[in-house]
């Protein structure tokens, strides 16, 4: 059985929450365009290289969605919710801090699986606290439309930041907003107990589907320099394999 301490009690706070968290990271999936020239100038990044500072980021968040869905499931949305806020904000501290090629791109792959966590414990917060189904599909509603938002505003508040403060304040400006999240969530966001009969987690299962929506995302991502029919993109869609960027 879950426990709903504050089921529909504070539904606009709670609600502003989850969707302030997934506009943040739906954000970072387009912030970072308008900043590229400026990374690739002060950290010497290549022009083939350059595009991983994006498909990383993808790549992990894409890739380890359904395990963030399966994590919430087992171990508490809050729970999963708040850590992978508390990974994204830090590993947004790491992006600004950067002073290396490698360093940026690890630290983009952080927030991915940050983003990871935090995505699908975002839309389960919503579905499970809202009891009635009216006020159900309003909610998933505006959670769709925030993260679409922030989709969307990516590239202007990107150059905003970027042509004022340098390119480590499209990541910097994370960490305040993930200490809001964090702060609001223990007060707002009901802690749910994992349900019974959950198991444990499918460690085989989570690595091939894990492995398979990578690869299906790395293609994707390919696609912006290689065509739909080319053997790059092919080749991760028909054998589902792991791939790496280039060194």
């Excluded at 709670?14 to 970072?28: H, K, S, T």
């Excluded at 400026?38 to 990044?45: A, E, K, R, V, W």
């Amino acid at each position: 059985m879950r426990d709903h301490p504050s089921r529909q009690e504070q539904p606009a706070p709670l609600l502003g929450v989850v969707c302030l968290a997934q506009f943040m990271v739906l954000l970072d999936v387009s912030i970072v365009n308008v900043a590229l020239p400026s990374i690739q100038h002060d950290l010497s990044f290549t022009t083939d290289s350059l595009q991983w500072v994006i498909n990383i980021y993808t790549i992990t968040f894409g890739g380890l969605l359904m395990l963030g869905g399966r994590a919430a499931d087992l171990f508490g949305q809050r729970r999963v919710f708040i850590a992978g806020t508390v990974l994204f904000a830090v590993a947004s501290l790491a992006c600004a801090l950067a002073s290396s090629q490698g360093e940026l791109l690890a630290a983009r792959g952080a927030q991915g699986i940050g983003s990871a966590l935090v995505s699908p414990a975002t839309l389960s917060i919503v579905t499970s606290s809202f009891a009635k189904s009216e006020q159900r599909n309003r909610a998933v509603a505006v959670w769709a439309a925030m993260g679409a938002l922030g989709g969307s505003l990516g590239a202007r508040l990107g150059g905003l930041l970027t042509q004022t403060f340098g390119w480590p304040a499209i990541f910097a400006v994370n960490v305040p907003i993930g200490a809001v999240i964090v702060t609001s969530a223990l007060h707002f966001v009901p802690a749910h107990r994992p349900a019974k009969g959950q198991g444990s987690p499918d460690l085989a299962g989570a690595a091939l589907v894990t492995l398979g929506l990578g690869a299906v995302t790395y293609a994707v991502v390919r696609t912006d320099h290689l065509g739909w029919g080319s053997a790059g993109v092919l080749a991760p869609l028909t054998r589902e394999s792991p791939c790496s960027p280039p060194s």
